[in-house]
T-cell receptor
């Protein structure tokens, strides 16, 4: 089955800890994205990557880091510098040419204890 | 910077009604616009994508229209069903392989 997987589904973090969220896709998409969703708010872009070994900051990149060593994988690290990391994190992917439809994974819910 | 507004924020209708969800955006220089559905605690499911050169797209009971010049898109749901209950999100994109900007969504409840 082709699609996007995210793990874990739920993640609990103590204050001061770094955690890494996994995102894998087998759709052969070049572009991958990380969004954050807070209750009652729309999604906001954290980072995106259009090709391997390259990525750009989105609107709310502070306190987050990413890597893109493989086409299939785009892990997101939530660092201790992120002041309010409790949120629902969604990963997406797309081709880089028309029509550029983005497909989303099931999400990871991160809670800071 | 693109800003997206969705009206209404919440909507409750009896089963069988036809309904319209509205999306407005401030920057008309878009490449395409996607409509998504999100069930509670789940990821987003893509419903329809309209490219900037298109006026509308249809999938089953769903029809999405786009008026780039006025910065508006509408999602029409015909003969609504309880299974349509979800949050609907619209998101324009400025270019291929580029980010989406999301509205706050419309939370739809269809009552049996």
């Amino acid at each position: 089955d082709g699609g996007i997987t995210q793990s874990p589904k739920y993640l609990f973090r103590k204050e001061g800890q770094n955690v890494t969220l996994s995102c894998e896709q087998n759709l052969n998409h070049d572009a991958m994205y990380w969004y954050r969703q807070d209750p009652g708010q729309g999604l906001r872009l954290i980072y995106y990557s259009q090709i391997v070994n390259d990525f750009q900051k989105g609107d709310i990149a502070e306190g987050y880091s990413v890597s893109r060593e493989k086409k299939e994988s785009f892990p997101l690290t939530v660092t201790s510098a992120q002041k309010n990391p409790t949120a629902f994190y969604l990963c997406a992917s797309s081709i880089r040419s028309s029509p550029n439809e983005q497909f989303f994974g099931p999400g990871t819910r991160l809670t800071v204890l | 910077k693109q800003e997206v507004t969705q009206i209404p924020a919440a909507l409750s209708v009896p089963e069988g009604e036809n309904l319209v969800l509205n999306c407005s955006f401030t920057d008309s220089a878009i490449y395409n616009l996607q409509w998504f559905r999100q069930d509670p605690g789940k990821g987003l499911t893509s419903l329809l994508l309209i490219q900037s050169s298109q006026r509308e797209q249809t999938s089953g009971r769903l029809n999405a229209s786009l008026d780039k010049s006025s910065g508006r898109s509408t999602l029409y749901i015909a003969a609504s069903q309880p299974g349509d209950s979800a949050t609907y999100l619209c998101a324009p994109s400025p270019g291929a392989g580029n980010m989406l900007t999301f509205g706050g969504g419309t939370r739809l409840m269809v009552k049996p």
